[in-house]
């Protein structure tokens, strides 16, 4: 029986098991968080640190394969198991490149793959004489995650809520559309992309609220898109899935925001709207094995079911039964215990053909499932 190690025992490692079970895949899963939602479904499940060099090290040496279902992992001990023979993908000089946002853009420009304009900036004090630069966006370049280390700056005042470390100012995009695409590469070089996806943001948690798929877009950016995202992976010749998020822009050009080296929240809606899903394209791919077909079967829309405002403690789902009763609709709970403001505790994904009947499904489910606490 094959075996496969992953680091991150979260949602993202969950669907993978599910993915992993279809090929009779052994799946063992490192988590810091002895409740991490992979925890009871894994069939090795070890609690450690994944910064940690000895612990990834440790955990990694025992098997042949690894991947990783987050970025912030220990990319020295991956180094090190990956020199002694152990196949590691996506490779680890690709997840240290993804860690710091200010490698990733200096890439983009060294590569010439259309980005927003950027500085890099050190600390606090430097982002304040940058008042020229506005409006901006200003990003940690290590550690941001879910919309955190991110500080959106209009004005002078603002430039006071910027971070005080390493990291990068890029000019604010007035953007149309956000779009996702992601590609995956096996080791032989076989690519495959999935169509593009329109990410639809929260309002205020700076977090993808709803996705749509197909993204409503002509075809001539989706070719577009399709085009950059593939060159990228070439580029970094990836061996795994690639997401590339990318803003459209109100003149129709289309920007790389930021990429990841694995499955991804754009991708969800894949496991039951299109030929192949996401978390199999992912084991295909790091396996090197032929890539599934990644066509659409019938538009979908995924929902993030985020924590409500005001509520920390332990998970009480309500609406569920109501959302079971829409035709076409898919719940994922990721089984985490504690709920929090805005903490991903699961996922919808509605499918319909029509997309006014699916924007309808949307409403009703972001209107009737709500995660909270009674304490
Ligand atoms: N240059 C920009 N112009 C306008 N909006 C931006 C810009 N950069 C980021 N944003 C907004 O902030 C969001 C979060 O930014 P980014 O994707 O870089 O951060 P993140 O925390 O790594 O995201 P996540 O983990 O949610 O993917 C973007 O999806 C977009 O809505
Ligand atoms: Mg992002």
């Given at each position: 029986m094959k075996k496969i190690a992953v680091l991150g025992g979260g949602q993202l490692g969950l669907m993978m098991i599910r993915s992993a079970i279809d090929f009779n895949i052994e799946v063992a899963v490192l988590d810091p968080?002895?409740?991490?939602?992979?925890a009871k479904h894994a069939a090795y499940f070890e609690v450690g640190d994944l910064n940690d060099f000895d612990t990834v090290y440790n955990f990694g040496k025992k098997f042949e394969l690894i991947t990783i279902e987050i970025e912030q992992v220990n990319t020295k001990a991956l180094h090190k198991l990956s020199n002694e023979g152990i196949e590691v993908y996506p490779q680890p000089h690709i997840i240290e490149m993804i860690q710091d946002k200010r490698i990733q853009k200096q890439f983009y420009e060294k590569h010439n793959i259309p980005t927003s304009p950027f500085i890099l900036t050190d600390s606090l004090e430097d982002i304040l004489t940058k008042s020229d630069f506005l409006p901006a966006v200003n990003k940690i370049g290590k550690g941001g995650y879910d919309g955190k280390g991110v500080q959106i700056m209009r004005?002078?005042?603002?430039?006071?809520?910027?971070?005080?470390a390493p990291g990068l100012m890029e000019k604010l995009i007035d953007f149309q559309k956000e779009i996702a695409v992601i590609v995956a590469r096996n080791k032989k070089g076989e690519i495959k992309a999935f169509p593009p996806v329109e990410l639809v943001f929260h309002p205020t948690a700076n977090l993808v609220e709803f996705l749509l798929a197909p993204a409503q877009i002509s075809v001539e950016i989706s070719k577009k898109a399709i085009e950059i995202a593939t060159n990228l992976t070439e580029n970094l010749s990836v061996i795994g899935l690639l997401a590339v998020e990318m803003f459209v822009t109100k003149e129709g050009e289309v920007l790389v925001n930021e990429i990841a080296p694995r499955t991804h929240n754009s991708g969800h809606q894949s496991i039951e709207s299109?030929?192949?899903?996401q978390f199999e394209q992912h084991l295909r791919a790091i396996l090197n094995w032929p890539l599934g077909d990644t066509s659409l079967i019938i538009s979908s829309a995924m929902i993030n079911l985020l924590g409500e405002e005001g509520h920390i403690g332990p998970a009480i789902c309500e609406g569920l039964e109501d959302v079971l009763k829409v035709n076409g609709c898919h719940m994922h709970l990721y089984g985490k215990k504690i709920t929090k403001?805005?903490?991903?505790m699961g996922h919808v994904t509605v499918r319909d053909k029509d997309i006014n009947e699916l924007k309808n499904k949307i409403d009703f489910v972001k209107k009737t499932i709500k995660f909270i606490s009674n304490e």
């Open positions: 968080n002895p409740e991490a939602p992979c004005n002078a005042e603002d430039l006071k809520k910027g971070f005080d299109n030929m192949t899903s403001p805005f903490r991903k």
